[in-house]
């Protein structure tokens, strides 16, 4: 079993930052890939970005390329999804997730069916 407890959510205006955290315990060692998604009402649950534990490969959607920077803590089983120039678009509910290999399928890192663990979800509010 493994465990993520995401923190670091909130409200911001259009152009603020705002840095995600994402604790992993449990069965860490057994991991090789972490994500972050996002939800909005009414949405799917689309894929923001993910790194492996092991050479720190990363992977971004396009829409926010240029903006957020995800990485990690080895030490302390912790990823960290960094948004800048946050946008009323950026709002939903972000998730952390973690998969027990690198997909390198269609949609490689970012593929949802790769993750079967998730956490439940920090809120992020962009005001415009």
């Known amino acids: 079993q493994v465990q993520l407890v995401e923190s670091g959510g909130g409200l911001v205006q259009a152009g603020g930052s705002l840095r995600l955290s994402c604790a992993a315990s449990g069965r860490t060692f057994s991991r090789v890939t972490m994500g972050w998604f996002r939800q909005a009402p009414g949405k799917e649950r689309d894929f923001v970005a993910a790194i492996t534990w092991d050479y720190g490969i990363t992977l971004y959607a396009d829409s926010v390329k240029g903006r957020f920077s995800i990485s990690r803590d080895s030490a302390k089983n912790t990823v960290y999804l960094q948004m800048n120039s946050l946008k009323p678009e950026d709002t939903a509910v972000y998730y952390c997730?973690?998969?027990?290999?690198?997909?390198?399928?269609?949609?490689?890192?970012?593929?949802?069916?790769?993750?079967?663990?998730w956490g439940q979800g920090t809120q992020v509010t962009v005001s415009s």
């Open positions: 997730a973690s998969a027990a290999y690198a997909p390198d399928g269609p949609g490689g890192l970012g593929a949802r069916t790769a993750y079967d663990y």
